[in-house]
Each structure stands twice: as structure tokens, then as C-alpha cells.
């Protein structure tokens, strides 16, 4: 048989399913709403996406360090949570504390850093399963961002969050290009460095790294602490949307970051999280919500189509692991 | 037997034992009859949902949609009593089969498509997160305040003079000790939820017992939203999200005190009757809101980390 003609096979169509599936939806948009394909939307669904955007960055390094499993391996639902710890931290001492920036900065950052080695602690000493530690360290967040705000939204005016908000870099909006730096960033430590291929390892294999003289534990409890730190660095873009801090905002970033997160994974060849399918999955959910809003359809129905479509995303990506085998 | 495996074997009953002395210590009123009545009939709805959730872990799964089946519970039997007039138990009947849709869905999506559990049932409370909010036009409750008192007897009744929620709770642990412990139904299952591979090439019908097991699960769990709706004489919509992490974490605080770390229904019913004690014991201290949010929080993962650091001691 010759190459062309084994172009089309089943298991090609099924692995290019899940993004023609997304663009499609969004081309279909486009159609039907006739201000989606300007550039300020375009824009908008950019910045909407930065908070999930930084969040998925943390989940899919706690993922690559721990392995595929959702049950047994590694994921960090806690991100969300200590994101808008962090923010609550900001908030409240800028806005009721009169502290300074810096001080606010330092505490939200160690309190970000505290959560992450307790999630880190927990999995890699008491040998806790992360999908458990960090469903336990997200309901244990969210009761003292609570008391941190009192439950009561704290608006901000800082200067620094509302350059992220309005600001320009470059012609570019100040929160996207910041993120992308970031994702430049990430992609280097885990892509680039001696570092990120052995933290990559220990998620391939975790008995075979340890072979091969490498601490599992040590690039786990740092990948934890590292997603944390995400959650700390999204804080200020959650700022910067709301222009201050909200209560209830982590459970929707948490349906989104696992959303986005998996979806990339169901983009990827091999199904596994990416940095890059994370971040490409939270642009397209944030794309959809927007696209869907500026057609008009009834908000209520949003979470019907989001499940839905990552169904048959997670669906497809399934099936193609059976014909592959 | 050395203190060590002492600790490892009852260490968090030990806990459990200085969380109930120190309320007692805060406030006399905690010990009294009375109270420890209202702990357990105030866990009783979260008894029926976390035996549901036992259920599926048992399989190796896990059910993130427990609470869309108890939502489907509430608003199919009232639904049902309110818009069509039957008669109480009818309208029970339908809330259980309300429920079961959900566990079929969830069956379809992880048998059926393949899908990984987590991430089907992420998707089933999903749609029927939405599903809720299209039916009752953005989340507003459905009330029935004229339902009968048959019905309202469910959750407010007495049957002996015990609550009826805790007879019906009762009987449903008894139920679910009886099959999942104690019968060849149950030691399939735990099979399957051990070595999914080793019970397909020993004979089992692997992919029947979870069907099986989902539609079941969702069905329990159904009972315990027509009590909740009983209570209040009305459907919440999405209520029933709130009972999620507690069941999670009752499952996984009940295998940590199984001898080989399984999930087990007497530790479920131990880390249910937990929970329910540190509640109430700081709803009794009289804290700000605010605060008993953070500490219920804290206790939580220190005691699901010292459970299972407990468990890792034998």
C-alpha cells in the first residue's frame, strides 16, 4: 500500500476529531454572531483566558510529575483555591490593611507557598493520593480565603492591578503578554532543562526514574509548590478581571482549569497533558463561552454544551487509543 | 500488642474520642441525648450519599455527580406530588427513577464509550448542572409547601420514636454492609475495584457489576434527596453539590481505617458519624461563620491526613 493512500486512515480522522471538532463549533460562531471575528473579541477572549491560562500551567506540571491516572496519579484541584486565597490576601491588605504592594505580595506568596507543601507534604511523605489531598487542601483554602475577606467582595484600585487590566506592552494587552512570558517560561523549565526532563520522567514512569537515581519525591513535592505559585501568579489577573477579589470565584476557575487542562490532552497525539494542548484548551473554552454569549444563546445552557463537548472530546480520545491497539 | 499497631488500628477513634471531649468540655449540651440525636439524624442524608459513593470507589471509580442524582431525587418527587398529583410513595418511586438516570448516564459514558470515571462524571454534573438551571429557569426552588404528610414524613416523622431518616439511612447501611461485605455481589465488586484485570480473565462480568453498581449508587443517593426535599418542602436546585466533598472525603477516611485500606461501609458510617460530630460541635461553640468554615475546613484534611497516615502504620 502506498503512503497517500494510507493518509485517511480511521485512526488519523479520530485523532484530528477533537480540534476540527473545536473549530468547527467556532467557525459556526463566526457565522452567527457577526462581531466574533473582530479583533477586539478576539482580544477579549484572550484576556478572559489568562486566569485559566496561568492555573493550567500548574495543573499540567503536577500532572507530568505524577503521572496520567486521575485517580492514582497526579492532579492539584487546590490551584483555584489558593488562587483566590492569594487574591483575597491582596485584596483585603490593600484595601482594608493599607499595607503597601510589596507586603501584600510577600504574604499572598507565602501563604500560595504554604499550601503547596502541605498538598506536597501530604502526597509525598504521608503518601496521600493528590486527587484526595488537593480536594481536602481545596475545600480547607476556600473556608480561610473566607475568612481572610469575610466572605465580602473587596474591590482594588491599585495601580499595578489596574495597569494588568488596562495596560499595553508592546501594542499587546499587559495581561496576555505577561502570560505569555510566563508560558515561555514554563515551557523552558520542563522542555529545556535537565530539571523539567527528569520531573518529566518521574510522571512516565515512576519506578523507572527511581532507577535510574532520580528522587521521585523531591520532583513531586516540587511540582506541587510550583502549582501553587501558579495559583499565586493567576491571583492577579483574577484581580485584574474583577477589578478586586470575589467570593465563589474558584469553583468555576476549577471546572475550567480541569476542562481546559484535559482537553489538551485530548488534542495531543499521544493523549497526554501538554503545556501547550493546556493552554490551546483554555483559549478555545474561554473562545466557546464568549463566542456562545455573543450569540445570544441563554447562559443557562453553557454548561450543557461545555459537558457535552468535553465528553466527546475525552470520548474520542478513548476510542483512539482502542483502534490504535 | 506494641502501642504502635495500637495507634495504627484505633488511633482515630482515639481522635474521634478527644474531638467529642473537647465539645463536651466547650459545652455541656453536646452530650446530651437530645444533641447526639440531631448529630445523627443531621448525617443521615450524607450517610445515604457517602454509602453511594462507597459503592462506586469500591469499583475503582469515583462519582462526582452524586450530586446532581440527589437533586434529581428532589425535584422528580416533587415534580411529580406538585405538577401531576400522585400519591406520596408514587412520587418517591419516580424520584428514585429520576435518580437513576443519572447513573445510567454515568454507565454509558464509563462502560459504554470508555470514558475514565472521573472525567465522565465531571461531565454528567455538567449537563446536569445545566439541566437544572433550564428546567427552573435560571436555579429558582420549586416549593410544594401542600405535600402530603406522608411524604413530609420522611424527613420530620417517627417511626418508634426514632426519626425516620435515621431508620431510613439505617436500613439502607444494612443493606449496603450486607451485599458489599458480606455477599458474593460484594466480593466481586471489591474485585473489580482491586485488579479490574484479574477479575475480566477470572470470569466476571466486569462491565454488568458497574453498570449495576452506577445505577444503584445513583438510586441511593436519590433517597437521600427525598428527605432533603421532604425537609424543606421544596427543591433546591443544585443543593446537592454541597454533600460532595464530605462524601469524597467520609469514603476515603473510612478505607484509611480498613485493615487493607479498602473502602468499607462500617468506615464509612465511622467517618460520616466524624464529620457529623465536628459540625455540630462548632456549630455549639457559637463561631462567627466565617471562621467555623476555616476550621471544619482544617480538621478536615488533618484528619483524612492523619487516617491515612495512621493506615501506612500497620
Not at chain 1, 172 to 179: D, K, M, P, Q, Y
Not at chain 2, 28 to 37: A, K, R
Not at chain 2, 263 to 281: D, M, Q, S
Request: net charge positive; hydrophobic share 55%; glycine share 12%.
Amino acid at each position: 500500500m502506498s503512503k497517500a493512500k494510507n493518509f485517511l486512515t480511521l485512526s488519523r480522522i479520530i485523532d484530528a476529531a477533537p480540534l476540527v471538532i473545536f473549530l468547527g463549533m467556532l467557525i459556526y460562531i463566526g457565522f452567527n454572531a457577526p462581531n466574533f471575528m473582530k479583533f477586539s473579541t478576539m482580544q477579549l477572549v484572550l484576556n478572559q483566558s489568562v486566569p485559566v491560562v496561568v492555573v493550567c500551567l500548574g495543573l499540567s506540571i503536577v500532572v507530568m510529575a505524577g503521572g496520567d491516572g486521575v485517580l492514582s496519579g497526579g492532579i492539584d484541584l487546590s490551584i483555584p483555591a489558593t488562587a483566590v486565597l492569594s487574591a483575597g490576601i491582596i485584596a483585603q491588605q490593600l484595601a482594608q490593611a493599607d499595607a503597601p504592594l510589596w507586603l501584600a505580595i510577600v504574604l499572598a506568596f507565602a501563604a500560595a507557598a504554604i499550601v503547596g507543601l502541605i498538598n506536597g507534604l501530604m502526597v509525598t511523605r504521608i503518601g496521600m493520593t493528590p486527587l484526595l489531598t488537593s480536594l481536602a487542601t481545596f475545600v480547607a483554602v476556600v473556608g480561610v480565603s473566607k475568612l481572610v475577606t469575610s466572605s465580602r467582595r473587596i474591590n482594588v484600585d491599585d495601580p499595578f492591578i489596574v495597569f494588568l487590566r488596562d495596560g499595553n506592552i508592546f501594542g499587546i494587552s499587559a495581561g496576555v503578554f505577561i502570560t505569555l512570558i510566563l508560558v515561555l517560561m514554563f515551557y523552558f523549565l520542563i522542555h529545556r532543562t535537565k530539571w523539567g526532563i527528569n520531573m518529566q520522567a518521574v510522571g512516565g514512569s515512576r519506578d523507572a526514574a527511581e532507577m535510574s537515581g532520580i528522587n521521585p519525591s523531591y520532583y513531586q513535592m516540587w511540582a506541587f509548590v510550583l502549582a501553587a505559585l501558579t495559583g499565586f501568579l493567576a491571583s492577579f489577573f483574577i484581580l485584574a478581571r474583577g477589578s478586586g477579589s470575589s467570593p465563589g470565584t474558584e469553583d468555576n476557575l476549577m471546572l475550567e482549569m480541569v476542562l481546559a487542562t484535559f482537553l489538551g490532552a485530548a488534542f495531543s497525539p499521544r493523549r497526554v497533558v501538554t503545556l501547550w494542548g493546556a493552554v490551546l484548551g483554555a483559549v478555545l473554552v474561554a473562545a466557546l463561552s464568549i463566542g456562545f454569549k455573543t450569540m445570544g444563546v441563554n447562559v443557562f445552557w453553557t454548561g450543557l454544551i461545555k459537558g457535552s463537548l468535553i465528553l466527546v472530546v475525552v470520548a474520542l480520545g478513548a476510542l483512539s487509543v482502542k483502534v490504535k491497539a | 500488642m506494641s502501642i504502635k499497631s495500637l495507634l495504627g488500628r484505633y488511633g482515630f477513634l482515639f481522635i474521634i474520642a478527644g474531638f467529642i471531649l473537647f465539645f463536651a468540655s466547650f459545652n455541656p449540651v453536646f452530650l446530651q441525648g437530645g444533641n447526639l440525636m440531631n448529630i445523627v439524624a443531621g448525617s443521615a442524608i450524607l450517610l445515604i450519599v457517602a454509602l453511594g459513593m462507597t459503592l462506586i470507589v469500591a469499583t475503582g471509580g469515583i462519582d462526582l455527580s452524586v450530586g446532581i442524582a440527589l437533586d434529581f431525587g428532589a425535584a422528580f418527587a416533587v415534580v411529580a406530588m406538585k405538577e401531576y398529583g400522585i400519591n406520596w410513595y408514587g412520587a418517591a418511586l419516580i424520584g428514585i427513577g429520576g435518580g437513576s438516570i443519572v447513573g445510567l448516564l454515568n454507565a454509558f459514558l464509563t462502560v459504554g464509550l470508555n470514558i475514565s470515571p472521573f472525567l465522565a462524571t465531571l461531565g454528567t454534573f455538567f449537563i446536569g448542572s445545566s439541566v437544572q438551571r433550564i428546567f427552573t429557569n435560571g436555579g429558582g426552588p420549586i416549593s410544594y409547601r401542600g405535600m402530603p404528610q406522608e411524604f413530609r414524613d420522611l424527613a420530620v416523622g417517627e417511626v418508634y420514636g426514632i426519626p425516620t431518616e435515621i431508620v431510613i439511612a439505617g436500613v439502607i447501611c444494612l443493606i449496603y454492609f450486607i451485599v458489599l461485605e458480606r455477599s458474593i455481589i460484594g466480593r466481586r465488586i471489591h474485585a473489580i475495584g482491586m485488579q479490574r484485570s484479574a477479575a475480566i480473565v477470572a470470569g466476571l462480568k466486569v462491565n454488568k457489576y458497574l453498570i449495576w453498581s452506577f445505577v444503584a449508587a445513583s438510586m441511593t443517593v436519590a433517597v437521600g434527596g427525598l428527605i432533603a426535599a421532604a425537609n424543606i418542602r421544596m427543591f433546591t436546585p443544585l443543593s446537592g453539590f454541597s454533600y460532595l466533598l464530605d462524601a469524597i472525603a467520609a469514603v476515603f477516611i473510612g478505607a484509611a481505617l480498613h485493615p487493607r485500606g479498602r473502602p468499607n461501609v462500617l468506615g464509612t458510617l465511622v467517618a460520616v458519624l466524624f464529620l457529623g460530630i465536628v459540625t455540630n460541635g462548632l456549630n455549639l461553640m457559637g463561631l462567627n461563620f466565617n471562621v467555623k468554615g476555616a476550621m471544619s475546613g482544617i480538621i478536615l484534611v488533618s484528619a483524612l491526613a492523619l487516617a491515612v497516615a495512621q493506615s501506612k502504620q500497620r
